[in-house]
């Protein structure tokens, strides 16, 4: 849809956890949305946007996530508890682990829904959604172990981990949570 008439539209900032995305409510008052004046979209097109959107957002979610490990990781070498580094601990070990595996797998279905917006769109509906809502689930968990790993301090402005916990919580629900996802997945496969 075009707007002539600025004067028709008013946006209002919205208060968001994550102040790196800021968001707005747009309102529009006496706009009359007319067939000539709507973009041609076919639903199949609205699938392949939407789809493209949810690859654009796991991808984020790829970096951010990649950037909680690495500096959790860091961390867990420099913090000294009980004399030596927590990272010595085979707990902070397993958590550390369990991240860089969650990382790679939600990573690699999201190089094959990459692929598919433009190789392979048949497959593209499915594949965005499995690595959507893998990226979801796995980002949100990484983020809080990150967190957790830092202990108190991971809460703190002086510390940039507790931001992909906020990121999470804000990728979590654009162009589809994990439940949509997944939802999606299974009627797409038949089930």
Known sequence: MTITDVNAVECVALNVMDRTKPAAQVSFDQVQATVERLLPLSDADLDYLNSCGAVAITAEMVGAAEAVLGLTSDYAKERIQF????????GVKHRLADMFVDIESFKS????????????TDELSQAASRAKATASDAFAQIGIDGVGLHGAIGY???????????RAKWARAMFGDSDFHYDRVATLGGL
């Open 156 to 166: 703190t402005a002086e510390y940039d981990v507790q931001l992909y916990l906020k």
């Open 83 to 90: 004399g030596h580094p927590i990272g010595k601990y085979q």
């Open 109 to 120: 279905l999201l190089y094959y829904a990459a692929w598919c917006v433009d190789d392979a």
